[in-house]
């Protein structure tokens, strides 16, 4: 199976900074890769797919990156809104494994 | 507009069987695929499988002993049963829709493996 590590698990930061969240897979997942945001009690919500594409709906604040096994997903202009929890998932293989998620927090 | 919703029983019994559906509406199961996930409380997701637009099926190597997952098209309803249930299979089930990332989940139903 492939593994997927994220980091780091929480994070803190102001209102009006951008934050970054990396993704590192145990091998090459050639951008076959997913962020989602997961709001308490919530069903996570596609934000970017293909490892840069952005979902439908999502604001352009939102920006994915990365290749072979290193992917991050940046937030730029940090809003309340986006305080929750992030998820990358791969689906180049299967099974589809989900990363262990990102916690953030207004500071 | 696509919709997805699970429903079953909130508790089950150590190593009894769980069974749930996902009633989708907004797309046919002939079309689009149908994926379960599961997520403990506190953690990241484990998708469980799929089921094919074709009626093939996917599953997760770990689970594939203990898992099941079939569909009625003319219900419009994808099925899940799992076998021999513990406590660490306590969590929230959904079911979703895609291919390139999952983007559309059902609200999720809390199953609770408990004596």
């Known amino acids: 199976d492939i593994q997927m590590t994220q980091s780091p698990a929480s994070l803190s930061a102001s209102l009006g900074e951008t934050v970054t969240i990396e993704c590192r897979a145990s091998?090459?997942?050639?951008?076959?890769l997913a962020w989602y945001q997961q709001k308490p009690g919530k069903s996570p919500q596609l934000l970017i797919y293909?490892?840069?594409s952005l979902h439908t709906g999502v604001p352009s604040r939102f920006s994915g990156s990365g290749s072979g096994t290193q992917y991050s997903l940046k937030i730029n202009s940090l809003q309340s809104e986006d305080v929750a929890s992030y998820f990358c998932?791969?689906?180049?293989?299967?099974?589809?494994?989900f990363g262990s998620g990102t916690k953030l927090e207004i500071k | 507009q696509v919709q997805l919703k699970e429903s079953g029983p909130g508790l089950v019994q150590p190593s009894e069987t769980l069974s749930l559906t996902c009633t989708v509406s907004?797309?046919?199961?002939?079309?689009?695929?149908v994926s379960w996930v599961r997520q403990p409380s506190g953690k990241g997701p484990e998708w469980m499988g799929r089921?094919?637009?074709?009626?093939?099926?996917a599953y997760n190597s770990a689970l594939k002993s203990r898992l099941s997952i079939s569909r009625d098209t003319s219900k419009n309803q994808v099925f899940l049963k799992m076998n021999s249930l513990q406590t660490d299979d306590t969590g929230t089930y959904y079911c979703?829709?895609?291919?390139?990332?999952?983007?559309?989940w059902g609200q999720g139903t809390l199953v609770t493996v408990s004596s």
């Open positions: 293909n490892a840069n």
């Open positions: 091998e090459d997942i050639y951008n076959g």
């Open positions: 998932q791969q689906y180049y293989n299967y099974p589809f494994t």
């Open positions: 907004g797309f046919s199961l002939t079309s689009y695929s």
């Open positions: 979703t829709r895609g291919s390139s990332g999952f983007a559309y």
């Open positions: 089921m094919w637009y074709d009626g093939d099926t």
